[in-house]
């Protein structure tokens, strides 16, 4: 069974730097996709990054593009993501998932899912 943990969440200020790590355990890490989801407080989760197998091919929510950047390390089995120039409506619960079908959008393609990481964006 695969499991996923998250860590890295916090507080932070406006403008400033965050990133958030989540380690698979219980099956081969490279089997799988990885992406961070969002769900913020009344709304829907919704796709933040995605990343495929080896890691050379990325995906990003137009919210976030040029400002999270996400990362797989293959000998660690973590995924990472880079979050700069944060905004207070980055403020959510991000979640890790996997995905052994491959990077997609939609919430319902995504097999295991970590317990979720509070991020803060505030003065």
């Known amino acids: 069974q695969v499991q996923l943990v998250e860590s890295g969440g916090g507080l932070v200020q406006p403008g400033g730097s965050l990133r958030l790590s989540c380690a698979l355990s219980g099956r081969t890490f490279t089997s799988y996709a990885m992406a961070w989801f969002r769900q913020a407080p009344g709304k829907e989760r919704e796709f933040v990054a995605g990343?495929?197998?080896?890691?050379?091919?990325?995906d990003y929510a137009n919210s976030v593009k040029g400002r999270f950047t996400i990362s797989r390390d293959n000998n660690k089995n973590t995924v990472y993501l880079q979050m700069n120039s944060l905004k207070p409506e980055d403020t959510a619960v991000y979640y890790c998932?996997?995905?052994?079908?491959?990077?997609?959008?939609?919430?319902?393609?995504?097999?295991?899912w970590g317990q979720g990481t509070q991020v803060t964006v505030s003065s």
């Open positions: 990343i495929c197998w080896g890691g050379g091919n990325t």
């Open positions: 998932a996997a995905n052994s079908k491959g990077v997609r959008r939609a919430r319902d393609s995504w097999e295991y």
